[in-house]
């Protein structure tokens, strides 16, 4: 599966963004979708998982801000990014999850200023 990352860009504190990961092929049986980070000196981290079943998970610091979907028919997961802080700036990457391997998307960088 090829995992192809979009939307980042330059916001300042407080505005929104809106990723978009585009799978090479049908993501309705990929187990885990999902958006990772890192910013710079940092390691890489969760932000926000969807299952198949639609089931999410949100790590705390993005908690009420970030909603994540999914839209089978496009073979696109979203991350919708509101009231974004200085913090949240790093390269965001898209990961999807089968039973036997992971995939990695290229990465699109968030900045945000104060």
């Known amino acids: 599966v090829q995992l192809q990352a979009s939307g980042g860009g330059l916001v300042q504190a407080g505005g929104s963004l809106r990723l978009s990961c585009e799978a090479s092929r049908s993501i309705f049986s990929i187990n885990r979708m999902g958006w990772y980070r890192q910013a710079p000196g940092k390691q890489r981290e969760l932000v926000s998982v969807?299952?198949?079943?639609?089931?999410?998970n949100y790590a705390d610091s993005v908690k009420g801000r970030f909603t994540i979907s999914r839209d089978n028919a496009k073979d696109t997961v979203y991350l919708q990014m509101n009231s974004l802080k200085p913090e949240d700036t790093a390269v965001y990457y898209c990961?999807?999850?089968?039973?036997?391997?992971?995939?990695w998307g290229q990465g699109t960088l968030v900045t945000v200023s104060s």
């Open positions: 990961n999807a999850a089968t039973v036997v391997r992971e995939y």
């Open positions: 969807i299952t198949s079943r639609g089931s999410t």
